[in-house]
């Protein structure tokens, strides 16, 4: 890698896709509060995801209900009283 172009948090992060249960180790600057203990025994960052590759439809041919019910309701009641709200 050359020096000076990756910020200075790169470092490794397991990527968890809680539909699925399947999780991959990999390096990133993605900022997360929460650690998890990888199969090396070793305690890393760990990033939430909804969907990845191995839940995605697309990837795995297989349809699929995601609930984002949720999302949208905190994202509605967090923007209502903004100037961007429908009136």
């Not at 993605?30 to 990888?38: D, P, R, S, Y």
């Given at each position: 890698m050359k020096k000076g172009i990756h910020?200075?948090?790169?470092?490794f992060v397991v990527f968890k896709d809680f539909s699925c249960n399947e999780a991959f180790l990999t390096r990133s600057c993605?900022?997360?509060?929460?650690?998890?203990?990888?199969e090396d025994g070793s305690e890393y960052p760990l990033?939430?995801?909804?969907i990845s590759s191995k839940s995605h439809p697309f990837f795995t041919g297989k349809m699929k209900f995601v609930d984002t019910a949720?999302?949208?309701d905190k994202f509605n009641k967090k923007f209502a009283g903004s100037k961007f709200a429908k009136s």
């Open positions: 910020p200075a948090s790169y470092r993605a900022a997360t509060k929460e650690t998890i203990v990888w990033v939430r995801l909804e949720g999302r949208i």
